[in-house]
């Protein structure tokens, strides 16, 4: 098959898939480890970073800011910068959703910064108020335009703060770690109260914990002691969760069995293990393999997204697409974010029998899938797309390849080695 960011997917369906995945780094927590980077004083090689469009986009960020970055497919390597250029440039930071944190990287070692308004998928607003709090309680100047936002220490210069970073929707990850990384390099000790504990907060955590930065957890919150110094070396980056989930439910979709290679049960959370459970997937440890088995007929479930151990926010699109082969009502609750359901009429158009009210996404299945056209919005819509096809009889035609390849490194490729008939059409 072909291999392109641009273009438009063709995926004939009805192929049981079978045989081995082998998973990538976790694009979300290398996305954080990319930023915490900049604070790292000696060269540093982060090993398994997933070959996405959004390496590219944080390589090239890096790179602007003064750093030397670069990745070879596999390895994200980083030289410390000589001379900070603290921006993040407007073109490329609205590209990615974690740009306030780089701006926390660079606001730690240059004592100010210029960045841009987060970019990443759209179905939702990207709030930073909490990112900006705790910039504020560092001591820091926020001065925002309706395009940047422009960051200065104070005459006293950054000090040891505490911030809480709790939202209506539960403590916001990305705001922990911007925290965290200010802490890092700020001496004295600082407090993050009501910290997130997903996946990408506990990684940069151990990242900075094995590079000598003191960092506890207790009653009070997230405890770090900024260093002075923080050594590079390598590290690795854990398998994607969301990339082995979407594999198992395509897997479960198409009535398949696969060994998803590079990734643990640890890695997965409780919330997706039970999810899957009760559906009738069955998830089996094999060392540093999961294999993937549907046990029994596919059945409804009842599931509301949540922090981490809950059932991801971002595996729930695709598990929508699952859940229309199931016997039954189902229902998905979203409470990470306001809304999520920019992959509901897109699955109307294959058959799907979907209602969304408010956050509530309700589904009744199991339904005959037929061929469709349809475009998707954002990285895990386009996944709850591409199950869905692979359900369906004939051959569908997904739009928003760019959005896949932000998050999903060769999953059109592997899919084909397990049996999947899909190409890579120019689009007209």
Known sequence: MTTSSDGLVKV???????????????????????????????????????????????????????????????????????TLRPVVPDALGRQVRTTAVLASAVLARAGEVTFPYPGGDAFCPRLIDRHLAAMRAAGAEVVSTPTELRVLSGRRGLRAFTVDVNTPYGPSLGATVTAVLLAAR????????????EPEVIETCRFLAVRGVAIHWDVEGLHVSGSDRIDGGTFAIVGDRIEAATVAMAVAATGGCVA?????????????????AH??????????????????????????????????????????????????????????????????????????????????????????????????????????????????????????????????????????????????????
């Open 260 to 276: 998803l290679d590079g990734i643990t049960l640890d890695h997965l959370p409780v919330g997706l293990i039970t999810t899957l």
């Open 186 to 197: 700020i001496p004295g000790a600082s407090l993050i109260t009501s910290p997130s504990i």
């Open 12 to 82: 004939t369906g009805n192929r049981a898939l079978t045989g081995r995945y082998p998973v990538q780094g976790s694009k979300n927590i290398a996305l954080h480890l990319y930023a915490a980077a900049l604070l790292a004083d000696t060269p540093l090689v982060l090993v398994r970073a997933p070959d996405i469009v959004d390496t590219g986009v944080c390589a090239r960020i890096l790179r602007h800011i003064g750093a030397e970055a670069m990745f070879d497919g596999n390895q994200f390597v980083v030289s410390p910068a000589e």
């Open 279 to 428: 559906a009738g997937i069955a998830l089996a440890a094999d060392g540093q393999t999961v294999r993937v088995q549907l046990v029994r007929e596919l059945s409804g479930v009842e599931v509301a997204t949540g922090p981490h151990p809950g059932f991801p926010t971002d595996t729930a699109p695709q598990l929508a697409a699952l859940l229309t082969q199931a016997a039954g009502p189902s229902l998905i609750g979203e409470w990470v974010y306001p809304r999520r359901d920019t992959h509901v009429v897109p699955l109307r158009a294959f058959g799907a029998e979907v209602t969304v009210t408010g956050s509530i996404i309700r589904l009744h299945g199991p339904r005959r899938l037929h061929a469709a056209d349809v475009q998707a919005a954002d990285i895990r819509a386009v996944a709850a797309l591409l199950i869905a096809a692979l359900a369906a009889d004939g051959t569908s035609t997904i739009r928003g390849l760019h959005h896949l390849r932000r998050g999903y490194g060769h999953l059109l490729a592997n899919l084909a080695r397990l049996g999947a008939e899909v190409t890579i059409e120019p689009e007209v």
